[in-house]
């Protein structure tokens, strides 16, 4: 067996630990058992890796105006074009649009480039869509952006509250980790506080549906608990902190008594006061926050009310305890520490006379950014006015993540010069690019990100780049050398940008800012090679740190943390007769980001094939939209079109859209042009979890799918979805206008060689119709008035099979399972492919009751446990006869 390479999954912020062996063609992937942010766990999405890296979709070559050119001519067009923009408005004229999928060393060159020598700081990441109103909060608690605790506080804690985050879905491998945890130790409880109930809550004791936007009001009410009830750490706060005074002040005022809070966030008061005694009762209480509480338009103060009880309980910088704020994505913390955001200078410092004297000097900087630059949705506002006239976009998908997406489409599409970085195209931003540049994918690039505990660990590659590909730092720095900047970029090796970077994060560091990678600033390229993963701040020896602020000393001017002073603000849109319902956005379990990559994997687009809408059995009454039919969405910023689920984890007078569908595999479901620009004030983190919209039944006149060996373009049909499967392709179609004579239409846009049938029923609007060649099912398609057709699972499997026996022949234009066929039906644990109708097999048959039980009779839920809460409340369902 050859010999495994350990890398980092490039998904979520949990930052996993990956063993790849490859043996020719085929690439292993499994959970690395040494690496200490998973012990060798992966998630249903770190599982599929290996089947994400084919040159499907992968953009191969550098282009330019559409014309396929080679690198010196492509970095050229970059360069001169820049520098065209730059010479005649100004370096503000300019920006940078990266991503937290940049691995460090990419992040810092491209952050060199534009505030050491271009000179302005209109370099933003698409982090600030996800932690920069935590990042905000830390740098007003704390004095710098520190994430205090570590994953094994999360296992060490009595109490876990978790704020706003669906742990199981977005951070899997940490929520089987807390999971495990608690079962070796039950008296370990769970709080979940989230107005929708989540998979997250198959492990709470207490779940919280909380009023949308009402976070700040609970722990708000909490700080003033904690004083009234003896809570305070006295010593703590007057040795270590400032500001308790005016925070209680303001807290009290808002969140004066239970009855106040339980009112202000439409809980029982018996719930709020649960929540308070427990929290007043475990010293060992971690409270972890991300999306939900970071995506408001008063997110940074969300995050500073839940800091005010830590520091003012004193449960910070001890095991078991401290707030904790989770990133997204697999280097959202490398971006943060390079300056990758606007408002930031390499290294976590900001723009303070000292700072950028001190920055400027160690890049020998000619022409460094003097001020903050332009957060991204400014950004994006000035490229739609024409203040910036030239963009590079890098590893991110902004036509789609950003909100006010329509806007942000047609802003590029007037912008002068865009460029776009990438490894994949087409995607909704790549298509409107003037030049394309290759980038290195995963398994192709050698770098190193840091993951929610601080820690840094190595991506390597195991494979060559396909095509013409090339790591983002090259890419950057071959652009810089064309600009005129060769002798600050003389980059070869990604080992020498790490080493200059630590070697900054410890210029003038005698322990006055948290970031201190100084040893690695000797590091060798094979000690490079050899990386083991650390978590800074690292000592002279090299050894790091797992938990910050156990002396009581902060990075602030006084060495004091500050407790602020919060006014719950209510979220920028509010309900009204037009846009009656609040729109929250998010994540789903196997999907990430705009899906570029993790719908190439066939087990993963089946749990969750299409985009849905999650609305509450009252309001889908209300607006007379059924299970399974389709609504239309609308906003007065979009509209999009999406199944219905109806739910009662829904919290009624809300919906829930998942974020990750694009114009690329969908027609208008992209969720974030409904969503309003809004933000918050200090951190400029947009609003996306509490929009408004409403829904109505889209009124189909047809419906059917298409399953093909090859993808279709289906422009013709309202609502189009498509949908990888193993060896075809599934295409969702519904229409608003009477359907065409499908007889006509199949022979006009699917004819191909092979044997046809067909069946058509025009009195009841049915047709169905497949095509079979040598014996192989080519293509199948059906057509019904409604969306009662036939389950796709076992038609898709037949496109596994060499040859269609008499017996399927019959049965696929019946639209029923031949005899001896089972259908698994959806899919519920991707890891194993275990459908759900298989497991209500096992359920009835051999009377299963427990999520262990299926496991050990089906396997689901056995390795990365992510479909565990769902095989939970299928039991549930099976043994309440629904
Ligand atoms: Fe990757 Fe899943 Fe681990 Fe996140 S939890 S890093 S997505 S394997």
Known sequence: MPEAVRT?????????????????????????????????????????????????????????????????TALAAVADGFKRVIDEHGPDAVAFYVSGQLLTEDYYVANKLMKGFIGSANIDTNSRLCMSSAVAAHKRAFGSDTVPVCYEDLEQADLVVLVGSNTAWTHPVLYQRMAAA?????????????????????????????????????????????????????????????GLDEALAVANGSAPDIAAVAQACELSEAEVARFYEWFAQTERTVTLWSQGVNQSSSGVDKGNAIINVHLASGRIGRAGMGPFSITGQPNAMGGREVGGLANQLAAHMDFDAESLSRVARFWNAPRPAGRPGLKAVELFQAIERGDIKAVWIMATNPAVSLPEADRVRAALRDCELVVVSDCVHPTDTSELAHVLLPAA??????????????????????????????????????????????????????????REFAALTALDNAGSRDLDLGPVQDLSD????????????????????????????????????????????????????????????????????????????????????????????ADAARFRVQQDGLARLSSPHGRLLARVKVDTDQRPGSVFVPMHWSDANACCARVDS?????????????????????????????????????????????YCVSIRGVEHWRHELAGESPPPDWGVWVQEHLLGPGEWLEYADPATG?????????????????????WGLPERTWLGQLFAEDHIDDMARMSLLVGKARGGMPDQGRTVCSCFNVGLNTILDAIKNQGLVKPEQIGAALKAGTNCGSCVPELREILARAASGA
């Open 8 to 72: 980092t999954c490039p998904y979520c912020g949990v930052g996993c630990g990956v063993l790849v062996t490859r043996d020719g063609e085929r690439i292993k992937v499994s959970g690395d058992p040494e690496h200490p942010a998973n012990f060798g766990r992966l998630c249903s999405k770190g599982a599929a890796l290996g089947e994400t890296l084919d040159a499907e979709g992968r953009l191969l070559q550098p282009m330019v105006d559409g014309r396929t050119v080679d690198w010196d």
């Open 182 to 242: 608690k079962r070796q130790r039950p008296v370990m409880r769970v709080m979940v506080l989230d107005p929708r109930r989540t998979a997250t809550c198959d492990i709470a004791d207490l779940h919280l549906a909380l009023k949308p936007g009402s976070d700040a009001f609970l722990f708000n009410g909490l700080l003033g608990y904690l004083q009234r009830h003896d809570g305070l750490d006295l010593e703590f706060i007057e040795r270590h902190t400032e």
């Open 441 to 498: 994918g995963w398994g192709e690039k050698d770098g190193t990100v840091t993951n929610s505990e601080r820690r840094l660990s190595r991506q390597r590659a195991f494979m060559a780049p396909l095509g013409e590909a090339r790591p983002d730092w090259w890419i950057v720095t071959q652009v810089a050398r064309r600009m005129g900047f060769a002798d600050a970029f003389p980059y070869e090796h990604p080992a020498a940008v790490l």
């Open 526 to 617: 094979a000690a490079y090679g050899a990386f083991e993963p650390m978590q800074w701040p690292l000592d002279n020896a090299g050894r790091g740190r797992q938990r910050l602020f156990a002396d009581g000393r902060f990075y602030t001017d006084s060495g004091r943390a500050r407790l602020i002073a919060v006014t719950p603000r209510p979220p920028m849109q509010t309900v009204d007769h037009a846009y009656p319902l609040v729109l929250n956005t998010g994540r789903i379990r196997d999907q990430w980001h705009t899906m570029t990559r993790t719908a190439k994997s066939a087990r993963l687009t089946t749990h969750t094939p299409e985009p849905f809408v999650q609305i509450h059995p």
């Open 674 to 718: 409904l969503v309003a620009a809004h933000t918050d004030p200090v951190s400029g983190q947009p609003e996306s979890k509490h929009g408004v919209a409403h829904i109505e039944p889209f009124n189909a006149q047809w419906h059917g799918f298409i399953l093909s060996r090859r993808p279709l373009e289906l422009g013709f049909a309202d």
């Open 766 to 786: 049915r047709y169905r119709a497949a095509r079979l060649q040598h014996g192989r099912l080519e293509m199948v398609l059906f057509v019904a008035p409604d």
